[in-house]
């Protein structure tokens, strides 16, 4: 017997009218399986932001060696630090700019 529904292979037998009813209840679970890995992904990546790819990683031999460094300083970084730094984000403020930025391409 098969699980209405989930399908493996080359299986071309038409769904059983009746298993439409379980359509709503396996696409409950799976957004709700959904919601919870963003909600777990979401501070892990705030938290830890040296464990996935940045920009950087993919540029010269100058700034992958600067993620190098960087990696191994956060490496240090305690579990308390890291959330107040995430916790604090918000509410720090921008320094404004010593000299404005000049427009390259004005005329």
Request: aromatic share 18%; net charge positive; hydrophobic share 40%.
């Given at each position: 017997m098969r699980i209405p529904l989930?399908?493996?292979?080359?299986?071309?037998?038409?769904?059983?009218?009746?298993?439409?009813?379980?359509?709503p209840l396996v696409w409950t679970i799976l957004i709700t399986l959904l919601f919870v890995l963003a909600g777990v992904s979401i501070p892990y990546f705030m938290l830890y932001p040296e464990r996935h790819a940045h920009e950087l990683d993919f540029g010269t031999e100058r700034?992958?060696?600067?993620?190098?460094?960087?990696?191994?300083?956060?490496?240090?970084?305690?579990?308390?630090?890291?959330?107040?730094?995430?916790?604090?984000?918000?509410?720090?403020r921008t320094l404004p700019r010593s000299r404005p930025v000049r427009d390259t391409w004005q005329a």
């Open positions: 989930i399908r493996s292979g080359h299986d071309t037998t038409p769904i059983a009218w009746w298993g439409w009813f379980f359509a700034q992958r060696e600067v993620m190098r460094r960087y990696r191994r300083f956060t490496a240090r970084v305690s579990l308390w630090r890291r959330c107040g730094r995430v916790l604090a984000s918000p509410f720090r």
